[in-house]
């Protein structure tokens, strides 16, 4: 999966948290893209059976979306609680986590994980 599709079902992870539904405009506002952008990537992130959708309607990411999604996110926390403990600024610690999440591997995460303590589960 490429960085880009895993920054959308991330997305679309936080936004239908807690029983919130996702919705492709509502993805297109927090990620600062166009409409289409997040048309392509839902259809792309839907032919990997990641996500149901259909055009106007709410986007349910299925139980393999949620895992891929809560995966990339608890990489996400781990990452960004690991830099502010370093006394990184909130706004470069989440910029640096969003970008270091995509291109370590899961062997450097686990390895990072045991280093720090943080499990980086998603809250």
């Known amino acids: 999966m490429t960085k880009s ?22 993805v297109a506002a927090k ?5 289409p952008s997040v048309n392509n990537a ?6 990997l ?11 349910i990411l299925t139980e393999e979306g949620i895992a ?5 996110y608890g990489h996400h926390i781990a990452l960004k609680n690991f830099l502010l403990s370093l006394g990184i600024s909130e706004e470069n610690a989440e910029n640096d986590a969003c970008a ?13 994980r045991e280093l720090t303590g943080k499990v980086g589960q998603p809250r």
Request: hydrophobic fraction near 40%.
């Open 5 to 26: 599709l895993e920054d959308y079902i991330e997305t679309i992870y936080l936004l239908s948290r807690d029983g919130r539904s996702a919705r492709a405009v509502d």
């Open 31 to 35: 990620m600062r893209v166009k409409m």
């Open 42 to 47: 839902v259809k792309e992130l839907a032919r």
């Open 49 to 59: 059976h990641l996500v149901r959708y259909e055009k106007y309607r709410e986007i």
């Open 68 to 72: 891929v999604a809560g995966k990339v």
């Open 100 to 112: 270091m999440e995509h291109i370590l591997s899961e062997e450097t995460m686990e390895r990072f």
